[in-house]
């Protein structure tokens, strides 16, 4: 599908994820409409989600919708993110069905995947085992925005696809330090402590999990390429960078950009989760497409991103 003379509609806008797609279309100067949770009354209202597919005409749709988050909120709102998810696929995938939307790109979530997958982590492991305890009812969320993808591309013949893209970082983040994923919770806390001259910045568990790190505009810049180029019949594809990091090694890049000079305490009262996720990225790479972004860069983005919005 060729993106430039084709209508677009742009899923939860007010996301990390949906709003580096909607930056990145604005970069390219393509057509796209955005929605956005606020618009919508957090996705449960049919109604307004109907009138924007109505006003659009999309002929292709992004969801990046649903709320999400790190750790600690996953374990503190469960029901929640399960809720808000659940609406989007009922609500947002249900229009964009009835609709018969030629061409949909859901975003789904690592966490879909097994605890005990092996890794890196391939689509073959998808549903052969338990969900990580500390994320599952928002994994079960996600899980059926994936499978959603696959029933109607056999029913309808509609090309639909999950993409699984790895744990993502950038400048559009929340920045809410309990909620955040680990690169931008971090952040947020060293920053607070350098200004206030706290001498020793906790880092929740044993720092030895492992993640891959995926720059939002990098995850922006696959979908759209996977949404021209991806033939929609192989089912869900990964989007990642192919490499992992410690916690750890985030924490000290963190305090590197921060400028951050105290002490780092691992605070092990705190879970670790799943102790590696680094996504399979072959389909992608052997397609073409690499990230251009390496983790300090992005870093360095995110933080000036985040020091502009402080001011
Ligand atoms: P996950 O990938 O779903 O487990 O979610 P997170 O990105 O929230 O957490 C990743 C890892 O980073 C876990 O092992 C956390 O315990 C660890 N971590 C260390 N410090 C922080 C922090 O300040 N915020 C978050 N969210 N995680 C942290």
Request: with cysteine.
């Amino acid at each position: 599908m060729n993106l430039t003379s084709a209508r677009m509609l742009i899923c939860g806008g007010e996301t990390l994820a949906g709003a580096a797609l909607a930056e990145e279309a604005n970069r390219r100067g393509l057509d796209a409409a955005t929605l956005a949770a606020a618009d919508t009354s957090n996705w449960a209202d049919p109604d307004a989600i109907e009138a924007a597919f109505a006003g659009q005409d999309p002929e292709v749709v992004f969801v990046a919708a649903g709320e999400s988050g790190g750790i600690a909120l996953n374990r503190a709102h469960p029901a929640r993110l399960l809720e808000s998810n659940l609406r989007v696929v009922l609500n947002v995938l249900g229009t964009a069905a009835r609709r018969r939307v030629p061409r949909l790109v859901y975003l789904a979530s690592s966490c879909c995947y097994p605890r005990d997958a092996a890794q890196p982590l391939c689509v073959e492991s998808l549903m052969t085992g338990p969900f990580e305890p500390t994320n599952a009812a928002y994994s079960a969320a996600k899980l059926a925005g994936l499978m959603t993808c696959e029933a109607v591309r056999t029913e309808h013949g509609l090309a639909w696809f999950a993409a699984i893209p790895a744990t993502l970082f950038g400048p559009e983040d929340h920045f809410d330090p309990d909620h955040a994923h680990v690169a931008s919770g971090l952040l947020v806390r060293m920053h607070e402590a350098k200004q206030r001259n706290i001498p020793a910045v906790a880092v929740w568990g044993t720092g030895r999990p492992r993640r891959d790190f995926l720059f939002s505009r990098d995850l922006a810049d696959a979908l759209f390429f996977l949404a021209e180029k991806y033939d929609a019949a192989k089912g869900p594809i990964n989007v990642g960078p192919d490499t992992d990091l410690s916690i750890a090694e985030v924490a000290q890049a963190v305090k590197k950009v921060v400028g951050y000079e105290g002490q780092l305490e691992f605070d092990v009262s705190k879970p670790d989760g799943t102790p590696l996720k680094r996504l399979d990225a072959g389909p992608l790479r052997a397609m073409g497409w690499q990230p251009k972004t390496d983790f300090a860069a992005g870093l360095r983005e995110t933080y000036a991103a985040f020091c502009k919005l402080k001011r």
